[in-house]
């Protein structure tokens, strides 16, 4: 296989370049967002994406291009989290207190791409035909709350961008403090800290 890694940020473009050379794969990484694929149409056997495609701005428009690129036949698999847990309580708080530190105005509503009937329904406007093909979970873990916060804040993006901008406006550490709150009531670990996260998989198809 050919494999083109598509993403906004240049740094974990850099990471999933180097992840192919450790293992001594070929792959072309290309800067791009879902609604912007930067492949031509009807170029793409598959098109993957693990917790990528749920954060596009414009659902529709990133659906569009996914049945542009895709060639007939081909096929589209995705993840989306189901709501619930303590790392979906975690990102939601995080979200409202960047919001209102920075005096945004509240997000429009988020699209449910956990809903199988409004993934279907979005996916069938650009003939495609999503489904179900499976329904998992993860579990994470740390020696308590605190690390898991802190460990996030150091590697994952929308946290170490969403601290940045708290750390600018004095609020990083009340921000910790309130989130760590959030995992401690959702601790599902008397003792160290562990959280189920559950989600779906959709593959589309073309055919």
């Not at 083109?4 to 072309?28: F, H, K, M, N």
């Amino acid at each position: 296989a050919h494999v083109t890694a598509v993403d906004p940020s240049p740094r974990l473009l850099g990471v999933a370049r180097a992840a192919a050379q450790q293992q001594g794969l070929d792959i072309t990484c290309e800067l791009g967002e879902a609604a912007t694929l930067p492949s031509p149409a009807g170029s793409v056997d598959c098109v993957l994406s693990n917790f990528g495609l749920i954060f596009a701005s414009d659902p529709d428009e990133a659906v569009a291009q996914i049945a542009r690129v895709l060639d007939v036949g081909g096929r589209a698999a995705f993840t989306a989290w189901l709501p619930g847990g303590a790392i979906a309580a975690m990102a939601a708080m995080a979200q409202d207190l960047v919001r209102a530190a920075t005096g945004a105005p509240p997000a429009p509503p988020d699209f449910n791409w956990h809903d199988e009937s409004a993934v279907s329904e979005l996916f069938a406007r650009h003939d495609l035909a999503a489904a179900v093909a499976g329904r998992h979970e993860l579990v994470f873990t740390a020696p308590s709350p605190q690390a898991y916060l802190d460990a996030e804040r150091e590697s994952h993006p929308m946290a170490v961008t969403g601290f940045q901008v708290l750390q600018q406006l004095g609020q990083a550490e009340s921000a910790r403090e309130r989130l760590i709150k959030v995992l401690t009531d959702h601790n599902e670990d008397a003792g160290d800290f562990r959280a189920t996260s559950r989600y779906i998989v959709f593959i589309a198809r073309t055919d």
